[in-house]
Structures are given as C-alpha cells and as structure tokens.
C-alpha cells in the first residue's frame, strides 16, 4: 500500500515537515509495511520558504530587514542554484509569530521588511523572486513593501506617510 502525506503548518506550533513526520508516525501503528511518501506543503505562510526550498533545492541564508514595527529581525530568504530564483516568506519578517498576541494589531504592522528582502534578491541579481503572502500581522495594502523599493505614499497635503494600514486613508 502506498500512502502520501501532503500536511501544511499548524500555525505557530508545528511546520509542515513536523506535521508529515506525526502523521506517518500514527499510520506506521496501522499499516507499518505501508510505502510512505512525505510532501509537506505550504499555503504562502509560515513554512511555505521551507518547502519550496527544499523542493527546489535552495540554499537559505539570513540577511536583517525591518521587522513588523521596524525593528531589525533577522529573516530568512532562499536561492536556486546560479541565483537564478529568490524565495522570500512575508511571515519570515512581519508573521503573526513575530508579534506578541497583545500588540497584533494589523493596521500597525507593515510590510517594509519585504521591499527590503526583494531588494537584497535584487542586488544578488535573480531573474525571478516568488513570495509567500500568507501568515502575515499587516495589513498594509503591501505600502510598506513598496515604500522599500522606493514608492513613496502622501497624504491628502502631499506629506509623506508612514507606510502602514492605518493610513490608508
């Protein structure tokens, strides 16, 4: 018999290789001759730079942008061999793990740190940049992402705004 296990995360406790590993576990008491076979997946959140990069065979690194309320967060981001693709997790700089259940207020947290992750892709001259949306404390409209790579966002007297969801108004 052959069985595929294809799980996501469970958010803020276990990544999908950890879920896929369980499951197989619990099946093993029932069929333990059984041919297992783990994908994990991953929706565009937590986990997703995980998956695609060991399905596309990625090497991550870490580089430190803005985190959800500009401090610096140390993130992950992945490339193809030859830097061909970049991988960036938008959770991976402002996911709901990097803030505290108390201050999680979406129209607060922005997206800056994403812009900054696509520039340092850019920099290391990708033809190609896939980012996971999923998982994410913003809701900035992607303000804050775009404000990295050099947009800039007025208000309604053409001063500059803070590039976060509550001014999006």
Do not use: W
């Amino acid at each position: 018999m052959k069985i595929v296990i294809a799980p996501d995360s469970f958010k803020e406790s276990l990544t999908a290789h950890e879920v896929a590993e369980y499951i197989k576990e619990g099946f093993q008491e029932i069929y333990p001759d059984a041919d297992y076979h783990l994908l994990p997946v991953g929706d565009g959140g937590e986990g997703t730079l995980e998956v695609l990069s060991k399905a596309l065979d990625a090497k991550t690194t870490q580089t430190t942008v803005s985190g959800p309320f500009g401090d610096p967060v140390l993130a992950k981001v992945a490339f193809t061999e030859g830097n061909e693709t970049a991988l960036i997790e938008m959770a991976e700089v402002c996911g709901l793990h990097l803030v505290p259940g108390s201050e999680r207020n979406p129209l607060q947290v922005s997206t800056k740190g994403v812009g900054e992750l696509i520039l340092h892709a850019m920099k290391k001259g990708v033809t190609e940049i896939i980012v996971g949306i999923g998982g994410s404390a913003s809701n900035d409209g992607g303000i804050g992402m775009a404000s990295a790579l050099g947009y800039e966002f007025l208000d309604a007297e053409n001063n500059i705004i803070n590039p976060i969801g509550a001014n999006l108004e």
